[in-house]
Structure formats: C-alpha cells, structure tokens
C-alpha cells in the first residue's frame, strides 16, 4: 500500500462517512463567514426552522462592502451594503456567532484575522464564502471557498458533502532573487500552468524556495493558488510554521501539539496525479499585462502576441488593457496604486513597500492607498511608524477591509484607469467598471506610486 499524502490525511481525519467513490462527509473545524455570501444562507436556515449546529466553530467579520476611509466611527452609507451588514449582525447574535463588526478594533478581512489570532491551526479544515480560503495552506490547513447552498449546510451540520480533489505537487527549489517575493513566485507559476492548469486539484507546495519563505509570505502563495484553478493548496508545516502558530493560540498544550503538527507532511511513497519543479533563482519581479492572473510576465519581458500566447481571450485582453504585443510594461504611466487585500495586505506587504517609499514622494498625478488587512495590522503598522512614512510620501492610510481589491464599495478605479495593484484579480471590472488592473508585488506597487509608471523596483535606487 503506497503512503498518503498529506491532504489525504486531513481529508481521511475529518471523513464522517464515507457516501460513495467521490464523496465523503467533511468535518469542519472552522467556518468563516462574510457579509456577502452568508445573508440567503441563514434566510434558509430560519425558512426551514434549523439553528446553528456549533456556534462556536463559526466566526464572521464585515469586509467586503465595508468603507475604508480614515474617519471613526465608520458608517456604512450605500442601503444595500448597510444592508448586509445589519443582516450579518442580527443573525450573528441570534445564533451565538462571534462577529468583528464595522466598528470592532480586530475588524479586518477573514483572511487576515483568523491566522493572525491564532484560530488556523495546522491539520485543521476550513472553510468559508469566499475562493481565497486556500490561504490557509500556509499553515498545513485545508481551506476552501464554498457557495451560499453549501454555506447553509454548514451552518446546519458543521459538515459538508465534499468531493475529493485531484492531486498535484508543486516543488520550487533554489532560492528567490533579491527584489523578488512569493508574489512574484505564485504569478510565475500561473502564468506556466495557466489559470486552469490546477483546476480539480489541491497543490502541496514543497522544495527549499518554499521553506525559506515566512508564514506571511506563505500565505501569499497559497492565497493566489486559486488563480490557478486550485481547489485547496497546503505546505507541510515546518518549525517557522509551528512557532507562528504556538506563539498566536494561547489555549493549547503545545508541547503536544508540536509533536502532532510536525508530523503533519506526505509519506515519502506518496504518489500524486501530476508534478511540477520550478527553480526559483530565474525568478524577476512579475506584472500581469492582461485580464487573467496568468497573463503575466517578468517586468524584463514583452506582452505576446496570440502565436506565444494563443489562449481565447488574449485579442480581448489586448484591447480592453490597450497594449498590444511585443510591448514592455516598464514605463506604462498608472493612476492608481493600491497596496492591501487578503493577498498583500500584511505587516510584512506593508513593511516591504515602506521601505521602497520611505524619503520619496507619490508621483504627481497618482492617487495612492494603502488599505492594512485588518485592525490588528493597523495597529501594529502605527506602532511601527509606517503609516507615517505613508502619509509623508502622500499615500491614504486607510482603515481596514477589502477595499480596492474588489468593487463592492466605495474604493472604485474609474474607467480607462491604469492601477498598480497588490490584489489578486485583474479581471474586467474587477477594481471598477472599465478599469485596468496590474497585478504585482507590494515593492513593485510602491516603485509605481512613486515614479508614476511601472518601473523595475530593483532599479529604482538609481532613479532620482
């Protein structure tokens, strides 16, 4: 009998029954929710007379439609959003579920929160509204999106009918270039396999370049595995996970629960249904050029032309992002420069880009944000003195949420805008309707704001 891996040991552990072939009833340690994806859920639960079956494994936080703006206390003014918010609220209290409101200290988006309080434990299973749940694979978590049908369910059972996933390795060796990040790495790697090239699967991440990241660059990683198609993404937590973990969860025996943690990892006979290597030392920093995550290329490179690049839609992407091919991207003026979300919206995102800003200035002409991943982040960021150092080189500081990430508030790109982004989606529309999104690294994002263009970060030291 060959070994397991470890996603097959966090799915056997949480199996309540087996159903059929396919499909096993999954126990869910954790389950997070938002003001968006949650309302017709519990609208479903009180149509059909049901509570919730175990409060205490359920959290909820506003973020998505919530405004950013530096003022307190923040009200939610557009109906339909204030909507949500008081329905998430109301049901939040009638069913026993903590909540980090609009106004809470901790507020932030769930991504963010619930690692840095120390709710993502290794081994765990997770689940939430919401695609980017894969983020915590960073600490040898199963986390995965779900639809509001499914959301219900778990509300109801703290279960889930659940496929099992297809399985894929990821081994990265070498180590990153200094200028480079794991955004940078995770981009790379879309645009090899492409925005579907995991579709189906749950990614283990292995390989030296992948142990010499931190937790929060991990969390980047994984985050951004979805862009691939990935059902789940994991990385068998190490010493540097572990500690993160220990030093965050202060109601556990940790001697104990080291020694569960650290055996957390695939057998070395474990076989997988597809393999990729990558060396991570040829990797430059990446910027998308398109309307998909994998439409990317390194910041050295040219935009293709179909012959290179003949997926459907890269005519399309061409001509709503106004380049075409044979381009380089170095020098493409922004107007906008966005430096938050649950993919880069940490302290360590937001340590990065105060370095490359510090003693400079925004560019005239560039409206710049930076929106930290939660109240926790914020406070620390302060503390740091980085918000100042924003603020001096003429950023927003804003408060915490999803923000620019998204259009679902009032943070809006306007048509024909070019944004430099730290997010994780460059779809149409994606950060306002015909707005234009390029994704990159908190560095690159801050070397845009402050030369007004696309510019490589590892050259800015010999810009005046």
Known sequence: MSGRTLYRKIVDAHTVSVLDEQHVLLFCDLHLMNEYTSPQAFAGLQAAGRGVAMPGQNLATVSHI???????????????????????????????????????????????????????????????????????????????????????????????????????????????????????????????????????????????????????????????????????????????????????????????????????????????????????????????????????????????????????????ALDYCGLSPGMSLQGLPVQIVFIGSCTNGRIEDLRAAAAVIRGRRVAQGVRAMVVPGSGAVQKQAEEEGLARVFAEAGFEWRRPGCSMCLAMNDDLAEPGERCASTTNRNFEGRQGRGAITHLMSPAMAAAAAVTGHIVDVRTLEALP
């Not at 749950?202 to 370049?209: N, Q």
Request: some cysteine.
């Open 66 to 316: 919530i405004p950013t703006h530096a003022v307190f206390p923040r009200v939610i003014r557009e109906p339909a959003s204030s909507l949500q918010a008081r329905n998430l609220a109301a049901n939040c209290e009638r069913h026993g579920i903590a909540l980090f409101d609009t106004n809470d200290p901790l507020q932030g988006i769930e991504h963010v929160i619930a690692p840095e309080h120390g709710m993502i434990r290794p081994g765990m299973v997770v689940m939430c509204g919401d695609s980017h749940t894969t983020t915590y694979g960073a600490l040898g978590a199963l986390g995965f999106g779900i639809g509001t049908s499914e959301v219900e369910h778990v509300l109801a059972t703290q279960t889930l009918v659940y496929r099992r996933a297809q399985e894929m390795r990821v081994r990265v060796d070498g180590h990153l270039p200094q200028g480079t990040t794991a955004k940078d790495l995770i981009l790379m790697i879309i645009s090899r396999i492409g925005a579907q090239g995991a579709r189906g699967f749950v990614v283990e991440f292995c390989g030296d370049a992948i142990l010499a990241l931190s937790v929060e660059a991990r969390f980047t990683l994984c985050n951004m595995a979805v862009e691939a198609g990935a059902r789940g993404a994991l990385i068998a937590p190490d010493e540097t996970a572990v500690s993160y973990v220990l030093g965050r969860a202060a109601d556990i025996d940790a001697a104990a629960a080291r020694l569960d943690w650290m055996d957390l990892r695939s057998d070395h006979d474990a076989s997988v249904d597809r393999e990729y290597s990558f060396d991570a030392c040829g990797v430059a920093p990446q910027v998308s050029w398109g309307t998909s995550p994998d439409q990317t290329i390194p910041i050295d490179g040219r935009i293709p032309g179909t012959a290179d690049h003949p997926e459907e839609g890269t005519t399309r």
